[in-house]
């Protein structure tokens, strides 16, 4: 009985984000639903992208936290439009969430809408919102276990942003035992190792990114 | 609609989690709920609070994972009965999984029943599962602005173990903030600042561990 209820919120989140991703498509938005355990440097990331690519491209961001308005307003510094969703006790964003701010976006005017999600290892990665493609960040603090603990989001990720490695030297972490388990759980994985903070290793992010927004 | 389905499964967990408590109670085993996001150090904690307190305190662990049973090796190592429960994508544990397994725990042999959550700084805080305290960690890298971001866990816990202190040289975080931040969501919450990794800071959260157990 109760998978049964799981089944059917899954399966009408399905549609709704299928309706989504028309839309989007329909405007010639390409959309990233950006995921990661709370603190892994989302927003940091997502700075540093649209610093490095907004000459090239429109971005618009949607902003997926618990409460607060934090991370809208580091983006809105940056000048390009945002709306910050409070999901109010909710570990992840739906669809139906995303479905309800498009009207509010001004899709015209966009090339790309990232929405990042609720800090959550787990349940972000079960929700499609109506994105052409799931990137995930990893924070190397996070430790090297988290591949094999946390499957999903892994395996339905297209690229992985493995963050903080100006950390390694600091920690007890193995970063060939992440490289190994990404690789066996999903072989397609792009796999980026970067600092935020530092700026550092981020170059083949953006080419990769500019180029699966072009195709 | 949804709203009520929700508070119906909060009231039949909420029953569940009561009974678990009475039948540990009658037991005599005192028990935590123990809370962070992925990868903030619980199971070394855990580790290194069962080192030293198991000539005092008989203790026995429940591990919460999606899946895998790594941590559960771990504590094993340690000489004390421990049970993995695998939640096969449940993004936190609940009232019913816990009675499911109390009945296989050597109750009358433990006088502290550690549960260790599912890495997640949301849901886990949402769902009581008979515990006597709950306690949660927050790493030091997971960055300053946690406690507003994600409230209920800091409003719900009697303890914060704030680890991975030896990292903060090489973060920009402020300590301070989260201190006053976290004073101001609960004022008695009793805060621990921490390397599980270095064994730094610990000797506080022991003393404060033991006297709560006893009480």
Same mark, same amino acid.
């Given at each position: 009985m109760k998978v049964k =209820? =799981?089944?059917? &919120?899954?399966? +009408?989140? /399905? $549609? &709704?984000?299928? @309706? @989504? $991703?028309? +839309?989007? $498509? /329909?405007?010639? =938005?390409?959309? &990233? @639903?950006?995921?990661?355990a709370p603190g892994a440097g989302k927003t940091t990331l997502l700075s540093r992208t649209i610093t490095a690519l907004k000459g090239r491209f429109r971005f618009g961001v949607i902003e997926g936290d618990i409460q607060g308005t934090h991370d809208a307003e580091v983006i809105s510094a940056l000048g390009v439009p945002v709306i910050q969703i409070n999901t109010e006790g909710a570990c992840h964003l739906d669809a139906n969430m995303i479905s309800d701010m498009l009207p509010e976006m001004p899709l015209d005017d966009l090339d790309v809408l990232v929405i990042e999600n609720v800090g959550n290892l787990v349940c972000p990665a079960e929700f499609d919102v109506g994105e052409n493609a799931k990137v995930m960040l990893l924070s190397l603090s996070e430790g090297d276990d988290k591949p094999l603990k946390y499957p999903l989001m892994f395996q339905k990720s297209e690229a992985l942003i493995v963050n903080k490695m100006d950390l390694l030297p600091h920690l007890d972490v193995d970063i060939e035992k992440i490289r190994g388990d990404v690789k066996a759980l999903n072989p397609e994985l792009r796999l980026f190792e970067v600092s935020c903070r530092k700026g550092d290793g981020l170059d083949p992010w953006y080419t990769w990114l500019s180029e699966r927004i072009k195709r």
């Open positions: =209820v =799981v089944k059917k &919120i899954l399966e +009408a989140n /399905d $549609r &709704i984000a299928e @309706n @989504n $991703r028309k +839309a989007l $498509r /329909d405007k010639g =938005v390409f959309c &990233i @639903n950006l995921m990661s």
